[in-house]
């Protein structure tokens, strides 16, 4: 079976290879195919497809758009195809990246359809004590493949600002750890005063708080969802899953949830950005729990 899958997905890379478009596409597919299989079948099945993934990759060479044949050399690189899920994402951003850059604006992520049936440690320890006592409303959040640092960043703030219980940073999720330090200057300190924990893919994660009782409510633009103010969450307490910028939120992850919501959008373009996507929605769960509204503060 697994090496039936990798003819597959070899034969339909070669059938759309000399188009830029389609050829990065395929392998965009490709590589999210890889990781929802990461674990399945002992291995067996994510070793073909690395090795159908490495062998489209190394076909690039020469090719005639130079984006692609640069893209040869992650090929290159793959000499060894026992890697683990993280190092593996973060080889092929540089696809996605590619891929991204050749969509106009009008091509980005767009309200979906209903498809969805389908389907490290915590490093705020150190915080302050004071930090730590302070009361945290019952709201975690899942970040999954989140690229951009400065959005990541953006969310540690919000989350910061409402006493966010956790966060959960996902697949090649940028971390406050990351080597450049965009992650930690865009959070501004947030990062040490909000637990957050590192973890190698979303669906195990959502599966865990889901068995712990919590609601987890996945925030993505699937058509008839129903819109953030129109949901009520429990007091209990509830999960928000955040998909990738570019890709959202793949179909078993928002099977394996409790609900999906959305942000009301009338504008032409239907989704904001991730950063601010999350604040709304937050800020409405926080509203629907009463927050703030004995002890508010001024926060500008």
């Known amino acids: 079976l697994a090496a039936a899958a990798a003819d597959q997905a070899a034969s339909a890379f070669d059938g759309v290879r000399k188009n830029r478009v389609a050829c990065l596409t395929c392998l965009v597919r490709l590589a999210q195919r890889i990781e929802r299989v990461w674990d399945e079948e002992g291995g067996v099945l994510r070793i073909a497809l690395l090795k159908t993934f ?28 026992d890697m683990d899920l993280r190092h593996f994402l973060t080889m092929a951003l540089p696809i996605e990246r590619q891929h991204t850059r050749g969509l106009r604006d009008d091509e980005f992520l767009v309200t979906r359809p209903d498809d969805f049936s389908a389907a ?7 915080a302050p004590v004071e930090v730590q006592a ?36 996902c697949g090649y999720t940028a971390t406050p750890e990351d080597a450049k330090g965009q992650t930690a200057r865009a959070a501004m300190g947030a990062d040490a ?23 987890v409510i996945a925030l ?6 129903p819109l953030v103010h129109e949901h009520a969450f429990p007091r209990t307490g509830v999960a928000l899953l ?59």
């Open 54 to 81: 490495r062998d489209a990759l190394l076909s690039l060479r020469g090719h005639k758009d130079k984006d692609c044949e640069a893209l040869a050399g992650l090929g290159e690189k793959m000499k060894d195809l």
């Open 242 to 300: 955040l998909g990738n910028e570019r890709h959202g939120l793949e179909a078993d992850l928002l099977a394996a949830c409790s609900g999906i919501v959305r942000v009301p959008c009338r504008g032409v373009k239907n989704s904001l950005n991730v950063g601010i996507a999350t604040a709304v929605c937050a800020y409405e769960i926080a509203r629907q729990w009463g927050w703030g509204q004995e002890d508010a503060t001024d926060a500008t």
């Open 134 to 169: 302070k009361s945290r409303i019952p709201l975690v959040l899942v970040l999954d493949n989140l690229r951009s640092a400065f959005n990541v960043g953006a969310i540690f703030r919000t989350a910061e600002c409402l006493g966010v219980r956790r966060m959960y940073l």
């Open 193 to 215: 005063l909000v637990p957050w924990e590192c973890r190698p893919r979303s669906l195990g994660v959502v599966e865990e708080l889901r068995q712990a009782g919590m609601e």
């Open 220 to 225: 993505e633009t699937v058509a008839d969802a």
């Open 120 to 126: 490290g440690t915590a490093s705020a320890s150190d």
